[in-house]
């Protein structure tokens, strides 16, 4: 289904620039990206009923908890029509979003590695795969003394990169 790979980039997107708690700017822009990256898609449904929905939240202009709430919601909503969750390809292309989505704002803090790394231990039955188990070892050294100094940051970045070149 060529719908599967956007709509869990997208999913992961969301899970991403969420966190942190705030909604920057440029991540804002960044989900305006997807949805011009992807409108040609559009045609067929439960896609096109799904992008209308998330472009109608877009279209305010501003990204408050609470459309953020909204497009999680959606996502549920659509998930068992666009994405096949459970399959390792469909979590690889949501962790290759919530990398995205972390690198939106170009900044990683401590909150979105815990996040991260909270996602990670939700899906246990892939942290014996790659890119599951090395990333879970990578975020585990990183969060040891709690922080994220400027050596991890660049770390984490470098490898986030590597997870969103991969191809699934």
């Not at 949805?35 to 449904?45: D, F, N, T, V």
């Not at 909204?70 to 290759?96: G, H, N, P």
């Not at 401590?110 to 795969?129: A, C, F, T």
Request: with cysteine.
């Amino acid at each position: 289904m060529k719908t599967q790979k956007p709509f869990n980039h997208f999913k992961g997107i969301i899970y991403g620039i969420s966190s942190d708690g705030r909604i920057t700017r440029g991540q804002f822009e960044e989900m305006k990206l997807w949805c011009q990256a992807h409108q040609g898609l559009c045609q067929e449904s439960p896609f096109k009923e799904f992008f209308e929905e998330i472009k109608s939240i877009l279209g305010v202009g501003i990204m408050t908890s609470e459309e953020i709430d909204e497009m999680k919601a959606i996502l549920e909503k659509y998930e068992s029509q666009l994405s096949d969750s459970q399959s390792a390809e469909a979590r690889i292309q949501i962790l290759q979003g919530i990398c995205y989505g972390i690198l939106a704002d170009e900044q990683v803090n401590k909150y979105e590695i815990y996040v991260l790394k909270k996602w990670l231990e939700e899906n246990k039955s892939m942290l014996d795969q790659y890119p599951f188990k090395e990333m879970h070892a990578l975020l585990t050294d990183v969060m040891e003394d709690g922080q994220v100094d400027i050596k991890e940051e660049k770390e984490l970045k470098n490898y986030f990169l590597e997870i969103l070149k991969m191809e699934v």
